[in-house]
Every structure is written in structure tokens, then in C-alpha cells.
């Protein structure tokens, strides 16, 4: 099942019983962001508020905040090798988009020619006590270009709410909007910029999901959904834009001028992001809509959320294809875990094979240009890296600590990793840490050397297990 737009995917989830409607009117200072944290603790239904404070645009949260949502979105059964498989395909065959006339672009049905981003459709909450302003949140398509190559980059990003028509615009320099900002400026020109919000559900989950650079989200995007998006020219650029979308705002990114700061805002990390001193910021030049569109967005903030599902699960095949592109043999599996803040914490399965083999694999996860996982753990080919239970009993039983942890001191994370201190003002780039390496693979060579074997599993033999699996109704269990 193929979706158009958000609103066919959020009948579908009311459908399943995976979406919950607060008809009640909720405060934006507070009442919202509150609510979503509770929700996403419980693991709760996706929300659409209907009444945020004097709006009357529906505000749209959570709507794959489980892996069960993430796979309806994806119209695959909810299992990780399923979702895997998918995106997997998605790599290989990616489909580019269609381009589409304005006159039948569901975004373009109102144009808004007074720009005040403080009225509808833009019921836009302050989602944390200390966050300095409302945010557009996250889980928004943010849509730039690169001047030399022509490459499209749709990401994720906030936006601070700094006026009508002023939205703050981080441009981190190793993130690929940075990448793609530097070259507008050498170029002496403000940037194009675009803000798809609620989108067709695979751009949503492609735009978090650390594509390497030079491959456009939008092929993906049409990859995961089996056919191509379809995009519409913009109204104040060349940039193409979703055809579907509920909302477009339209702008440009100065190159010689910036915000004295931006934020403070609560981060996935948990904790509240500094002050970011300088920053670039969007001026809105055109908002585009559907009639009666949703807005959606996203509570960041610890896990769990709605953020770090949709993170871990890209975030998770993107350190799998990057390990097996660079010639690492025997990769099974690989989880950037939702609980690591879907950044922070990588686990890799793998079939070891040569001495050697799991330092290669702990040395290419750090090299990753964008994820900065700091803390890696590699275990063997039968170990889950989704199964938190299953990698801490590797980890508890394989690991000894002189033999098998490695640290390397002064490496580098983000700028939101709490565990090291940031100058005052902020930073835009990189932080220095430390970074940890765990081999929670079987030491069978330790044992080889004085001339034992390693002891034999208490699990039952596969094909035991898969004779239990077959039988299982005949126990009186339910699938």
C-alpha cells in the first residue's frame, strides 16, 4: 500500500487503531511538549492535536514512533529484517521523482502572499520548559541544493521561531546543508532553501537516515515507496518540492549575515542544547498549502521517541552499507541503538573470521563522516544487536575488560553530547571525546592459546528451534 501524502497514512493508522485525536485545546507553552513525553514513555498511539491554543491547524506527532507505525509506513510486516530488507532494496534500485505542474500540486492549492509565521497554519509549540522560542520542530523535509553538482539535499533540521518571517537555521559544517551553505557563499549568493512539512511518510523516514552525500533523498524516498515521488517547482527558486505536502515555506539562508544566537533547545540527547552563537537563518519569502493541511512535527528529548525510532532504524542501515562499502567481510547485522540516543551507541554483528577483524570494524564505525558513534560494540553473528538483552549478556559473559576494551582518547562526537563540556557561545561542529571499542565476540583464540575450547551453548540447536517454531500452534499459542 502506496501512500500520497500524510493524510491517506494517518486514515490508515486511525485504521489500525494506531492514532489517538485530543479534541480538547492543549497550551503551546507547555501543555504539548508535556503530553508528548508521557505518550512516548508509554509507547503510546500516534497524536493529532486539534486545537493547539488559538490554532486551528491540527498538529500531528508520533506517527512512527514504533517500529509497528514505522512498518505500516513502510507496508512491510513490523520486524527488523523486513525493514531492513526494504531499505536495503531501496539502495539498489532507487527511482527518481516526477515532475509535476503547479496546477496539480496538492501544496500549491493556497498561497500565502502576507508571511506571518505565527498564525495558521502553524501551531507551532514550545516543546521544552528552557527551549529560548516555539520550534517548527523536527521531522520536517528541510530541502537545499548543491551549486556545483546540482545534488539534493533533503534533511532534517530545526528551526527557531525568530519573527513573522525569520526562521533560525543551523548550518553545521559537517552536516550536508553546512556542506551545500559554503558553496552558496563562495559563490557570493544567499542560499535557496525550502521547508517541506508533512510529507509522504518515506521522505520523512529518508530525510533522518544519514544518506551519503551525493545521493538525493528524493530517489530513495520513491524507492521505499515503489514508484517516484512527485515534486513541483517552487515559487521562489528552482528548488523542486513536494507535490504532496501539507506545507512549504520558501526562503533563503544569507551568507553575510546571521542571528547574534540560536536556542537554547532540548536535543535528542536528553538535555538542553546550548546557545549557538552567529548562526545562519532563513527568510521566508513564500508559503505555499493544501486546504485544510495537518502540520507535523516531533518532541525531541531522551529516548524513548519518536525521533530516535526513525533515527535508529536509517541511522542503523546506513553504518551497515558504509561498513560493507568499505571492503569489511563477514558484517552480519548493525544497530545505532534507539536508548544511545540513536547517535551515540553503535552495536555490529559480525562473522569473525581473521585476527584483527573486530578492531577493523570498531575503527570504521568511528570513521563514519556523520554518525559519530562514540561507543561500539561488536559481537558475534548469533547476537541480536536489536536485542538489548541479548548484547549485554555477550558483553557480560565474552568481555574481558584489560584483553578487550579499547579507548582512544581525544576523538571526536557532536556538539550536543553532554559528556564533555562546550565553550561558552556554542559550537557548530565536532566536540572532543573519547571514544570506546568492545569486542563482546567470543574469545575463542584466548582459549585456543592454552589449549582449551570454548564452552558449548545452552541453546538448543537450530534446527530444534525452528521444529518448536513450526509446532507452535499445536502448544496453544497464539503466533
Known amino acids: ?10 486514515e490508515h493508522l486511525k485504521e489500525m487503531g494506531e492514532l489517538h485525536e485530543i479534541e480538547v485545546e492543549v497550551d503551546p507553552a507547555w501543555e504539548v511538549g508535556a503530553i508528548c513525553r508521557e505518550v512516548f514513555d508509554r509507547q503510546g498511539p500516534a497524536v493529532v492535536f486539534k486545537k493547539v491554543g488559538s490554532h486551528r491547524t491540527p498538529l500531528v506527532v508520533g506517527a512512527f514512533a514504533t517500529l509497528r507505525r514505522y512498518a505500516l509506513a513502510l507496508g512491510c510486516p513490523p520486524s527488523m529484517p523486513e525493514v531492513q530488507a526494504r531499505w536495503e532494496r531501496a539502495y539498489q534500485a532507487p527511482i527518481k521523482p516526477l515532475v509535476v505542474s503547479p496546477l496539480n500540486a496538492p501544496c500549491k492549492q493556497v498561497k500565502v ?11 507551532v509549540p514550545k516543546w521544552h520548559v528552557h527551549d529560548s522560542n516555539p520550534y517548527l520542530g523536527t521531522l520536517h523535509a528541510v530541502i537545499t541544493r548543491d551549486p556545483e553538482t546540482g545534488w539534493t539535499n533533503v534533511g532534517d533540521y530545526r528551526n527557531e521561531l525568530r519573527g513573522k518571517d525569520i526562521l533560525g537555521q543551523l548550518c553545521i559544517p559537517y552536516r550536508h546543508i553546512g556542506i551545500h551553505w559554503e558553496k552558496w557563499r563562495q559563490r ?21 537516515s544519514a544518506v551519503p552525500a551525493g545521493i538525493d533523498e528524493y530517489d530513495i524516498a520513491g524507492a521505499l515507496k515503489g514508484e517516484p515521488l512527485q515534486l513541483t517547482p517552487a515559487e521562489t527558486s528552482d528548488l523542486l518540492v513536494p507535490a504532496n505536502a501539507e506545507i512549504i515555506i520558501e526562503g533563503e539562508v544569507p551568507i553575510d549575515d546571521f542571528l547574534p544566537f540560536e536556542g537554547p533547545f532540548g536535543e ?11 548562526c545562519q537563518y532563513i527568510k521566508v519569502q513564500a508559503i505555499t498549502h493544501q486546504e485544510s493541511p495537518y502540520f507535523q512535527a516531533t518532541y525531541e528529548g531522551r529516548p524513548p521517541n519518536e525521533s530516535t525510532t526513525v533515527r535508529s532504524i536509517g541511522r542503523s542501515l546506513a553504518l551497515h552499507r558504509h561498513l560493507v562499502n ?15 540516543c540513536a547517535g551515540f551507541h553503535a552495536v555490529v554483528a559480525i562473522k569473525k573470521s581473521y585476527p584483527g577483524h573486530v578492531r577493523d570494524v570498531i575503527c570504521n564505525v568511528w570513521g563514519h563522516p556523520t554518525l559519530f558513534c562514540k561507543h561500539v560494540f561488536v559481537v558475534d553473528e548469533n547476537i541480536d544487536p536489536w536485542n538489548p538483552a541479548r548484547v549485554e549478556w555477550a558483553i557480560a559473559t565474552n568481555v574481558r575488560a584489560g584483553r578487550d ?8 562526537s557532536i556538539m550536543v553530547d553532554p559528556s564533555s563540556p562546550r565553550p561558552r557561545g556554542g559550537l557548530r561542529g565536532a ?12 574469545p575463542v583464540e584466548a582459549y585456543e592459546a592454552i589449549g582449551a575450547k570454548f564452552p558449548l551453548s545452552t541453546d538448543p540447536p537450530p534446527e530444534m528451534t525452528e521444529e518448536v517454531r513450526r509446532r507452535w500452534k499445536t502448544y496453544g499459542f497464539k503466533e
Open 326 to 340: 568499505a571492503g569489511i567481510t563477514g558484517i552480519v547485522n548493525a544497530c545505532v541503538t534507539p536508548a544511545g
Open 268 to 278: 535528542f540527547a536528553g538535555y538542553m542544547g546550548d546557545a549557538i552563537a552567529n
Open 405 to 412: 576494551i579499547e579507548i582512544v582518547r581525544g576523538g571526536k
Open 1 to 10: 500500500m502506496a501512500y500520497d501524502g500524510l493524510k491517506p497514512f494517518l
Open 113 to 123: 502572499h502576507e508571511i506571518d509565521l505565527y498564525r495558521d497554519p502553524f501551531p
Open 431 to 442: 566536540i572532543e571525546s573519547d571514544l570506546l571499542g568492545v569486542d563482546a565476540t567470543r
Open 188 to 208: 557570493g549568493k544567499p542560499m535557496p532553501i525550502a521547508i517541506a512539512i508533512g510529507v509522504e511518510p518515506y521522505l520523512s523516514l529518508v530525510s533522518v
